[in-house]
């Protein structure tokens, strides 16, 4: 190791002083070694030092056992990253497949082989840090899109009945005027500096990730009361608010959505959908604040508003929504509006006609008996395409107004 790199930081867990002084003589010349008597202990020092590598555990402790601790940080705290090598006394393949099974990496027995030890640390270290890779947004360091969407699906998979949750989405307020007013590297900074906060702000209920672009969000896991979602919020815009740089008049900020598990949503695609509707509130609303989903809104305005979710989904095929009885088009997505465009004169303005779904206009419509909040499918030829095409639809409210939403796919050939 050359002089001037910082050593890595291993945590030693063990309740025997010269246990622990055997370890830290073996590895202390390649790692920076910290030192836990128990799993309590530990707990306290990860929330210390953020950047612990990687943990050698014992599994026979007073206070937290080995095990207790492996629960803790798996289970509670949803950390499935770090590598937890668990070091006892032979005790039969019992106390291993315990500890494998409640989240260690690897397992040794005492007396441990100083060359071996290395090797499996170097190992663990290695793997973490592939899957950190992988796991996180380069720039900023939180978790990106995919690996942020994963792990709360997991512990939304994981929660239990009562448990309630808050989905997040931040938005920086104006910032590609800024970002193209002051440059790139401005913009980085600024978006570096606040990953920066929300990592600080992160604990084992709290998880932050970037969605992309300037575009982050937190999840909050099994919160007490909508107080505790209210000051993460506000602590996020303080966050945000505390970058102050020579280059601006007032310091930056940012405007946030909040969607609540189980009422807004028992998935994580809906959850963010409504939070994204609520940070789009905020905008709306003057920028710099929060606002949670559905806030001032009648039952038939929230309905009507969730019923939209379907436009995003199957962005390949024709959507369209219209009057449930006089088929006046609400709405359509490009790829429906173009065919609409391209409706000869004196051809019928129906989608199902000009979908080739039926040889006159309305006629298919009327035939599909359609139920609210129920997707009714079916497969039908189109006379005009020359392709099978797939129809699903159903009645939603739409501002007040009973209407007809209809996704049409092509089913292409495998």
């Not at 789009?280 to 929060?290: D, P």
């Not at 065919?339 to 006609?353: I, S, V």
Request: hydrophobic fraction near 40%; proline fraction near 2%.
């Amino acid at each position: 190791m050359k002089l001037d790199e910082v050593k890595e930081k291993v945590l030693v867990v063990d309740d025997n002083k010269i246990n622990r002084a055997i370890l830290s003589k073996i590895l202390s010349s390649e790692y920076e070694i910290l030192e836990a008597e128990n799993g309590k202990a530990a707990l306290e020092a990860m929330k210390e030092q953020q950047d612990i590598m990687a943990v050698l555990l014992d599994l026979r402790m007073p206070v937290m056992d080995g095990y207790e601790f492996l629960h803790v940080v798996r289970a509670e705290m949803h950390n499935d990253t770090l590598p937890i090598i668990a070091i006892t006394a032979m005790e039969g393949d019992s106390s291993e497949i315990q500890a494998l099974n409640l989240g260690a990496d690897d397992y040794l027995v005492k007396p441990v082989v100083p060359s071996v030890v290395r090797k499996r640390l170097e190992n663990a270290i290695r793997l973490q840090k592939a899957l950190k890779q992988a796991n996180h947004d380069m720039m900023t360091n939180l978790l990106n899109r995919s690996a942020f969407i994963d792990k709360v699906e997991k512990m939304l998979f994981e929660a239990e009945k009562d448990v309630k949750c808050a989905f997040f989405v931040i938005d920086l307020d104006n910032f590609k005027k800024a970002n193209d007013t002051l440059g790139h590297t401005y913009g980085d900074h600024v978006l570096i500096d606040f990953s920066r906060k929300l990592i600080e702000m992160g604990n084992r209920k709290l998880i932050a990730g970037r969605l992309g672009g300037d575009e982050f969000t937190l999840f909050l896991y099994d919160y007490k009361d909508e107080e505790e979602v209210s000051r993460t919020a506000e602590n996020c815009l303080a966050a945000m608010a505390s970058l102050h740089t020579s280059k601006l008049n007032a310091a930056p900020t940012c405007s946030v959505g909040i969607s609540l598990f189980p009422q807004d949503g028992h998935d994580v695609n809906k959850l963010y959908y409504m939070a994204d509707q609520a940070l789009y509130e905020s905008k709306g609303l003057g920028k710099n604040r929060y606002t949670f989903y559905g806030s001032g809104k009648t039952v038939e305005e929230k309905f009507s508003r969730e019923s939209r979710e379907w436009i995003l989904d199957e962005m390949d095929s024709y959507i369209y929504i219209c009057d449930a009885e006089t088929h006046e088009v609400y709405y359509a997505n490009a790829k429906a509006l173009n065919l609409l465009a391209g409706a000869k004169r004196g051809e019928p303005k129906c989608f199902c006609y000009l979908l080739g779904l039926s040889d006159k206009g309305f006629f298919f419509c009327s035939e599909m008996k359609l139920q609210a909040k129920t997707s009714t499918g079916k497969i039908v030829g189109s006379k005009k395409l020359g392709r099978d095409m797939f129809y699903r639809g159903k009645l939603i409210n739409w501002d007040g107004r009973l209407a007809r939403m209809a996704i049409v796919s092509e089913i292409k050939d495998d």
